[in-house]
């Protein structure tokens, strides 16, 4: 493709997003929206306020980005005819280009969080599988690699609960990833994740293969409506466990709930159990472990109207919950995952928190589909 060809090429998906974002649509309910802050009894409900400010960042975030394509765009085009010209050098040219297809790419990309859940924060569980120890140790290196993505990203992470292995490693833990769009990226992740290596548990230093299960659920908040049935729900309390002094130790701050859940389509029925130890604080860990379980209901609806829609069911064959998403092997230096084939030699880069390449993969794959 010439340079030329590629310019254009740049503009046209340019104007194919302002199309597809509604951008001039976008832009005057921002407008209208920001007349109303302007009220002097606007702050009279902060709880409304704060939703009605939230609605007009998250809009305003999409108009911004497109912003910068389009000047990025028209600086492209201004610097094309000056290379016409030769009052610029192809090398400054391409250097434009690129600079302007990767702005391009980003916001392709970003279109496909656009579901209503995209955009919130993320709960991401662990459970170790079996093999004890090596699979103990496999998700505490699990547990890093996604604070380590999230720090990466900007995002606050807040361990909600954590049980200790035995000997090494962790059993299960729970993350709280808090962050615009931390669920929208993190959603592929869900899956079950295997480790082949030679394991430093094993005295013949045996290549030995582990499996841990991740799921990841959105962190509803105020402005999503869910039912929870006062009762069906029971409450325990206990003293948390490990480091953290007397209050830790000898004050039943540890809460645990229980909600006795019954499917709404299926009949089914089930016992949800969710423990938090987040706080010293036990009507703040009710209040966290309140808000899990309204992120797993809502979840759970959201789950039913995706398979509801025949899109959805066709690409759900390849990302089931529970089906073996990745395999991270050490001594081939290779991660793959199975869902879109893509993979990398860089193993400690990945374990490190390096999971962009993976999310988009994922996402330009299945992203599309899900809206």
């Known amino acids: 493709m010439t340079n030329q060809e590629q310019i254009k090429d740049l503009i046209s998906r340019k104007d194919a997003l302002k199309k597809f974002l509604d951008i001039d649509k976008t832009a005057a309910w921002i407008a209208e929206e920001e007349k109303k802050t302007e009220a002097p009894d606007f702050w009279s409900d902060p709880k409304e306020a704060q939703k009605v400010v939230k609605g007009i960042n998250a809009k305003k975030s999409w108009v911004t980005a497109y912003k910068d394509v389009e000047e990025s765009c028209g600086d492209l085009e201004v610097m094309g005819e000056f290379f016409e010209s030769g009052d610029a050098s192809e090398e400054e040219?391409?250097?434009?280009?690129?600079?302007?297809?990767?702005?391009?790419?980003?916001?392709?990309?970003?279109?496909?969080?656009?579901?209503?859940?995209?955009?919130?924060?993320?709960?991401?569980?662990?459970?170790?599988?079996?093999?004890?120890?090596?699979?103990?140790?496999?998700?505490?290196?699990?547990?890093?690699?996604?604070?380590?993505?999230?720090?990466t990203h900007g995002y606050k992470v807040v361990i909600s609960n954590s049980l200790d292995g035995d000997g090494a490693g962790i059993k299960s833990c729970t993350l709280q990833i808090e962050g615009d769009f931390a669920y929208?990226?993190?959603?592929?992740?869900?899956?079950?994740?295997?480790?082949?290596?030679?394991?430093?548990?094993?005295?013949?230093?045996?290549?030995?293969?582990?499996?841990?299960?991740?799921?990841?659920?959105?962190?509803?908040?105020?402005?999503?409506?869910?039912?929870?049935?006062?009762?069906?729900?029971?409450?325990?309390?206990?003293?948390?466990?490990?480091?953290?002094?007397?209050?830790?130790?000898?004050?039943?701050?540890?809460?645990?709930?229980?909600?006795?859940?019954?499917?709404?389509?299926?009949?089914?029925?089930?016992?949800?159990?969710?423990?938090?130890?987040?706080?010293?604080?036990?009507?703040?860990?009710?209040?966290?472990?309140?808000?899990?379980?309204?992120?797993?209901?809502?979840?759970?609806?959201?789950?039913?109207?995706?398979?509801?829609?025949?899109?959805?069911?066709?690409?759900?064959?390849?990302?089931?919950?529970?089906?073996?998403?990745?395999?991270?092997?050490?001594?081939?230096?290779?991660?793959?995952?199975?869902r879109t084939n893509y993979q990398t030699s860089d193993v400690a880069g990945v374990l490190d928190g390096k999971l962009d390449d993976f999310i988009k993969a994922y996402l330009m794959e299945f992203g599309g589909a899900e809206i």
């Open 93 to 151: 040219l391409l250097a434009q280009i690129a600079t302007t297809q990767k702005k391009v790419e980003e916001l392709e990309f970003k279109n496909m969080l656009r579901s209503d859940s995209d955009r919130l924060d993320a709960v991401l569980s662990i459970n170790a599988g079996a093999g004890g120890v090596e699979a103990q140790d496999w998700a505490e290196m699990l547990m890093r690699m996604y604070i380590r993505y999230a720090e």
């Open 184 to 338: 929208g990226y993190l959603k592929s992740e869900t899956g079950v994740h295997r480790l082949v290596r030679v394991s430093p548990f094993n005295a013949q230093g045996k290549r030995m293969t582990s499996f841990t299960s991740v799921s990841v659920t959105p962190l509803v908040d105020d402005s999503i409506e869910v039912v929870v049935d006062m009762s069906k729900l029971s409450w325990d309390t206990f003293r948390s466990g490990g480091a953290g002094g007397q209050n830790v130790n000898k004050v039943e701050s540890g809460v645990r709930l229980r909600y006795q859940y019954k499917d709404p389509y299926t009949g089914e029925e089930e016992e949800i159990l969710i423990e938090n130890t987040e706080t010293r604080d036990q009507p703040k860990n009710k209040e966290n472990a309140m808000r899990l379980l309204r992120s797993q209901l809502y979840d759970r609806e959201l789950k039913h109207r995706m398979e509801e829609k025949d899109k959805i069911k066709a690409s759900q064959k390849k990302i089931e919950w529970g089906s073996q998403i990745r395999s991270y092997v050490m001594d081939d230096r290779r991660v793959k995952d199975h």
